[in-house]
């Protein structure tokens, strides 16, 4: 091994303390530099949960069924969509939205409609929280569509500089792709991407026996949640390596699965949660300059999931780089780890 593949090998072994991360699997590339790397108990081309990192996948079929004239971005939701998902989907102060919200709306997450899976229920506790919990479950695109109706929307569809990030609005894109497309979303999945780009551990999860990925760590206990995992579908179910994602991550960003042209008109930058802003369809990593007064640290366009997998490119620095620290209280960690990486790679 070269001097800086054994720096990034060492950022991978540093970060499993056997504490907070068991095992985290990485791979980075630079123009002609590639590396993949792995740790702890994550062995190298072990499939792992890449949780919301899946919203890119949804981001690129609805990307491509726009370039194909199946769809655009300002069409009404309520198109494609059933009466009974519409009806009372989005109530504010009375009055009902639900026919203004359109897909540039969920992508972006612009539409104001609560999240289903973290928004507080009447009894105080999310599905998140259940989830973190132990209390695994099953939940159907219905249910999660009548969970979100039954909390509170946070502001008009399209409110200037108004965003809340909700997988309510990745499973309604899903939905959209099964109808549009009259096959279902893992079917897109595997004929729009998996297929073309020859991933060959990629796959929605959607078999609750299915032991082929890692298990998920929530602090220091297994958090085996299956069930929960084969629910998310288009806003957070898929399955995949390092190795795959960085295939991904290239193919989504080099016009290999939708006009490259595209990526510009997805950076309209909205504040979700610090230091995130949500683009649409993407997601925008940038350290304020308080914490990067020497600007050392590129921003970053891709997107990340709740259990510390992310999927991001650097523009400026022309560095794509995937991976996961496998953790779902500390997701932080792994922003930490690519900018580590990131800067071995782009030492001279």
Same mark, same amino acid.
């Given at each position: 091994?070269?001097?800086?593949?054994?720096?990034?090998?060492? #950022?991978?072994?540093?970060?499993?303390?056997?504490?907070?991360?068991?095992?985290?699997?990485?791979?980075?590339?630079?123009?002609?530099?590639?590396?993949?790397?792995?740790?702890?108990?994550?062995?190298?081309?072990?499939?792992?949960?890449?949780?919301?990192?899946?919203?890119?996948?949804?981001?690129?079929?609805?990307?491509?069924?726009?370039?194909?004239?199946?769809?655009?971005?300002?069409?009404?939701?309520?198109?494609?969509?059933?009466?009974?998902?519409?009806?009372?989907?989005?109530?504010?102060?009375?009055?009902?939205?639900?026919?203004?919200?359109?897909?540039?709306?969920?992508?972006?997450?612009?539409?104001?409609?609560?999240?289903?899976?973290?928004?507080?229920?009447?009894?105080?506790?999310?599905?998140?929280?259940?989830?973190?919990?132990?209390?695994?479950?099953?939940?159907?695109?219905?249910?999660?569509?009548?969970?979100?109706?039954?909390?509170?929307?946070?502001?008009?569809?399209?409110?200037?500089?108004?965003?809340?990030?909700?997988?309510?609005?990745?499973?309604?894109?899903?939905?959209?792709?099964?109808?549009?497309?009259?096959?279902?979303?893992?079917?897109?999945?595997?004929?729009?991407?998996?297929?073309?780009?020859?991933?060959?551990?990629?796959?929605?999860?959607?078999?609750?026996?299915?032991?082929?990925?890692?298990?998920?760590?929530?602090?220091?206990?297994?958090?085996?949640?299956?069930?929960?995992?084969?629910?998310?579908?288009?806003?957070?179910?898929? #399955?995949?390596?390092?190795?795959?994602?960085?295939?991904?991550?290239?193919?989504?960003?080099?016009?290999?699965?939708?006009?490259?042209?595209?990526?510009?008109?997805?950076?309209?930058?909205?504040?979700?949660?610090?230091?995130?802003?949500?683009?649409?369809?993407?997601?925008?990593?940038?350290?304020?300059?308080?914490?990067?007064?020497?600007?050392? #640290?590129?921003?970053?366009?891709?997107?990340?999931?709740?259990?510390?997998?992310?999927?991001?490119?650097?523009?400026?620095?022309?560095?794509?780089?995937?991976?996961? #620290?496998?953790?779902?209280?500390?997701?932080?960690?792994?922003?930490?780890?690519?900018?580590?990486?990131?800067?071995?790679?782009?030492?001279?």
């Amino acid at each position: 091994m070269t001097e800086k593949e054994n720096s990034l090998q060492a #950022v991978l072994d540093k970060t499993v303390d056997g504490k907070k991360i068991f095992g985290t699997s990485f791979a980075i590339k630079k123009e002609g530099f590639t590396w993949f790397g792995a740790s702890g108990n994550i062995l190298n081309e072990q499939p792992y949960f890449i949780a919301s990192t899946t919203k890119l996948f949804t981001t690129a079929i609805i990307l491509h069924l726009k370039s194909k004239g199946k769809l655009t971005l300002d069409d009404q939701i309520s198109k494609y969509l059933d009466k009974s998902v519409m009806k009372g989907l989005h109530i504010y102060n009375g009055k009902d939205y639900s026919n203004e919200i359109t897909i540039k709306h969920l992508l972006a997450h612009t539409s104001g409609l609560a999240d289903y899976f973290q928004g507080k229920g009447a009894n105080g506790n999310s599905l998140e929280d259940d989830i973190k919990n132990g209390n695994d479950q099953f939940w159907t695109f219905e249910q999660a569509i009548e969970r979100t109706k039954a909390l509170k929307p946070l502001f008009l569809p399209g409110t200037k500089n108004k965003a809340n990030y909700a997988d309510t609005h990745f499973q309604l894109l899903g939905k959209i792709i099964a109808v549009v497309t009259d096959k279902s979303y893992s079917d897109n999945c595997d004929q729009l991407i998996i297929k073309p780009i020859n991933l060959s551990k990629t796959y929605l999860y959607k078999d609750a026996t299915d032991k082929t990925p890692k298990t998920l760590y929530h602090k220091a206990k297994a958090l085996d949640i299956p069930k929960a995992m084969t629910s998310f579908g288009s806003d957070g179910g898929m #399955v995949s390596t390092s190795t795959d994602m960085l295939t991904f991550i290239v193919a989504f960003f080099s016009g290999k699965l939708f006009p490259k042209e595209y990526i510009n008109d997805l950076q309209e930058w909205n504040k979700i949660f610090f230091p995130m802003k949500s683009g649409i369809g993407i997601h925008l990593f940038k350290l304020p300059w308080i914490f990067n007064p020497t600007g050392g #640290v590129p921003y970053f366009i891709g997107h990340s999931g709740l259990s510390g997998a992310l999927a991001y490119y650097s523009p400026k620095k022309n560095i794509f780089v995937v991976g996961t #620290v496998n953790q779902v209280a500390h997701p932080d960690i792994s922003f930490r780890t690519m900018i580590k990486l990131t800067q071995i790679v782009t030492k001279k």
